[in-house]
């Protein structure tokens, strides 16, 4: 395997230049992208995919891992000619995927077999995505690795209580377990963005352990956190109405204090919520 020319270079070779548009940011430090990739563990076997790659900080040492292989999801046509430049380098097998990753079948992609998907997710649509994935049904990935905005970060791995608790920590928590494992300053980016980023190792849980029922999850959290600074007595009044009961009932039948706001109830409350919620509308 010979070496790739440095990344600068290729992106001067090519006249590349993040685009705001995109929520681009360049993550060009070495040593930085070898540890997100080393996040993804043991790969043999595996595909990985990487969406959003840009000039290809993290492709590089995806590469390297020697997957079975790397598939790159990117919307943003300048970057395809240096990125297949760079796979040439590298034994790896590697499909260029030209679209946008909300669109994308990453299921299909694999063909069935085992995926990990990491990224240095554009800001712009992190947690649609994150939600895209956590929403696939069955779930087709072992192992997320993603950089987020540092508070997009908290939010997803946030327990009950915090302040950055709520609906997205709800939803990956009823399908896997997640943990922040790296801080990346945003001087770590060209150009640097003006909040600091983190990388978010989300393993999915066991099949028997996972909450299934993710719209209706969906539906009692977004009322409940609508009106983070009322009573779930009162927050909850557009889902109960949606099932045709009321939210006293509603609390009752999920055992939850009516008096209590939505940040101090647990994931599995929020569970027992959903059940009781989806029960109601039949």
């Known amino acids: 395997m010979s070496t790739p020319p440095p990344l600068r270079e290729i992106i001067a070779e090519y006249g590349l230049r993040a685009d705001k548009s995109f929520g681009q940011h360049f993550l060009l430090d070495l040593n930085l992208t070898g540890k997100i990739a080393s996040l993804c563990g043991d790969v043999s076997g595996v595909t990985i995919i990487e969406v959003g790659p840009g000039p290809g900080g993290l492709t590089r040492p995806l590469l390297a891992l020697a997957p079975e292989r790397l598939i790159a999801v990117e919307m943003d046509a300048r970057f395809i000619p240096a990125l297949e430049a760079t796979a040439d380098y590298y034994p790896t097998p590697f499909e260029m995927i030209e ?3 909300l669109k994308v079948d990453e299921a299909a992609l694999t063909g069935g077999g ?3 998907i990491a990224s240095n997710l554009p800001y712009n649509v992190g947690t649609p995505l994150l939600i895209k994935w956590l929403k696939a049904e069955p779930v087709f990935w072992q192992r997320l690795v993603l950089m987020f905005q540092k508070e997009v970060a908290e939010r997803v791995v946030a327990p009950a209580g915090a302040k950055a608790y709520g609906r997205l920590a709800i939803l990956t928590a ?4 997640a943990r922040i494992v790296l801080n990346a300053p945003a001087r770590a980016f060209t150009p640097p963005p003006k909040v600091d980023s983190a990388v978010v190792v989300i393993d999915p849980l066991p ?3 996972r909450f299934t029922d993710l719209a209706a999850l969906e539906v009692v959290t977004e009322s409940a956190f609508g009106q983070r600074r009322k009573t779930l007595r009162k927050s909850l009044g557009i889902a ?3 099932a045709g009961t009321s939210a006293e009932t509603l609390l009752e039948a999920a055992g939850i204090d009516p008096g209590a706001r939505a940040e101090t109830i647990p994931p599995e409350g929020f569970f027992a919520l959903a059940k009781a919620w989806r029960a109601a509308r039949g």
Do not use: E, R, Y
Request: overall charge neutral.
């Open 240 to 242: 109960a109405g949606k």
């Open 174 to 177: 009823a399908v896997a377990s």
């Open 99 to 101: 679209g946008d990753a």
């Open 114 to 116: 085992p995926a990990v």
């Open 207 to 209: 099949a028997a352990q």
